[in-house]
C-alpha cells in the first residue's frame, strides 16, 4: 500500500485558523495533494501543534515549550512541514530536521527552501538505517525534542511510528530527557486506541492545558484542543527511564500488544488515553 495514496483518497486543502505561511494556502495545498497524496495536505491537528511551538502573547500553556540554543527538533512524519517550519521561525538559532518518506522529502525541500536552522532527511517510520544515519549526522547534537503532528491514523503504520519513537529517544544517541511532542485528533478512535495502550508503556505523557491571556477570566485552564471542531489533543511526553533496560520486540504485533514493555513477554497496554478520555466526557 502507498501511504500517501490509499484507496479512494479525495481530500483537498485545509485552512488556516489564524494567518499562514504564504505558501501553504489553498492552492499550493491542492497542488501538493495532486502529486504527493495526503502528505500534502495541511492536517487540523498542525494547526494547535503550531500555537504551541511558537511564543504568543494570545494563549498560556502548561506545560510551555521551551526550545532553547543547542536544541534540535526533529519531526517525524513532517509532510508539508508547518510545524517544523514554525517552530524554526519562533525560535533564534533553531536547529530543525524534517523528516518524511524518501517520495516526501522534495515536498519539504522546497517549502524550507531559504528558511535557515531547517533540514530535511528521509526516515520511514520503523527504519532503524533511517534513525542511525540521521543520528550519526547529528553526532554531538542530541536530539531534545521529538514533533509528531497529526500522525496516529492507518493502523498499520502504529507500531513502525512507535518504534521510530524508541528510535529517536534511545539514550544512546538522545538526551536522557528528550521531549516528544504529540498533536493528535481523534478519526477512527477504535482503530488507533492500539497505539496510545502501547505508547504509554514505554513513555509517561501528559495533554497541554491553555489559557486565554485576553480574558478577564484568565485563570481558568483547559485543556488545549478540547471543543471546537473535531477532539485535538496535545501531548509532552518521556521515556520511562526504566524502559532503557527492556528489550523492543522485533515484531510489530507483539508491540503493539506490549511484549517487552515493564521488561517481561506478556502482552498488556496502559491506560492513560483512555482515562483522559474520560475525564474529557466528565468535563
Known amino acids: 500500500m502507498n501511504a500517501n495514496f490509499p484507496a479512494g483518497l479525495s481530500i483537498s486543502h485545509s485552512s488556516f485558523p489564524e494567518g499562514s505561511f504564504g505558501f501553504l494556502g489553498a492552492e499550493a495545498q491542492d497542488t501538493a495533494i495532486t502529486k504527493y497524496g495526503i502528505a ?25 515549550f521551551v526550545f532553547g540554543q543547542g ?3 526533529v519531526e517525524l512524519g513532517a509532510g508539508t512541514g508547518v510545524a517544523g517550519l514554525a517552530l524554526a521561525a519562533d525560535h533564534l538559532h533553531a536547529n530543525v530536521v524534517l523528516t518524511d518518506l524518501p517520495e516526501v ?42 514533533i509528531c503532528s497529526d500522525l496516529v491514523y492507518f493502523p498499520e ?3 513502525p511510528l512507535l518504534r521510530s519513537l524508541l528510535h529517536l529517544t534511545d539514550p544512546a544517541s538522545t538526551m536522557a ?18 497505539f496510545w495502550s502501547a505508547f504509554g508503556l514505554w513513555f509517561t505523557s501528559m495533554p497541554v492545558l491553555v489559557r486565554s491571556t485576553h480574558l ?9 484542543g478540547a471543543g471546537g471542531d473535531g477532539e485535538v489533543f496535545v501531548f509532552v511526553a518521556r521515556r520511562r527511564p526504566e524502559s532503557f533496560l527492556w528489550m523492543v520486540p522485533e515484531d510489530d504485533v507483539a508491540l503493539l500488544e506490549g ?5 517481561t513477554q506478556e502482552r498488556k497496554g496502559d491506560d492513560t488515553f ?10
Open 274 to 283: 483512555e482515562l483522559l478520555l474520560l475525564m474529557s466526557v466528565d468535563e
Open 40 to 64: 500534502g495536505r495541511v492536517w487540523e491537528a498542525a494547526y494547535a501543534m503550531m500555537l504551541y511551538v511558537c511564543n504568543s502573547d494570545a494563549y498560556e500553556f502548561d506545560p510551555r
Open 177 to 194: 530527557c528528550t521531549q516528544v511532542v504529540i498533536s493528535y485528533k481523534i478519526r477512527s478512535l477504535s482503530k488507533e486506541t492500539a
Open 105 to 146: 522529502c522534495p515536498l519539504l525541500q522546497t517549502n524550507a527552501r531559504g528558511r535557515p536552522g531547517v533540514t530535511v532527511r528521509p526516515l520511514a517510520w520503523g527504519c532503524a538505517a533511517h534513525a542511525q544515519a540521521l543520528r550519526d549526522e547529528l553526532g554531538l547534537s542530541p536530539v531534545s525534542h521529538v
Open 216 to 224: 478577564k477570566d484568565s485563570s481558568r485552564w483547559e485543556r488545549f
Open 71 to 73: 536544541d534540535v527538533a
Open 259 to 263: 511484549v517487552g514493555a515493564r521488561g
Open 157 to 159: 503504520l502504529l507500531a
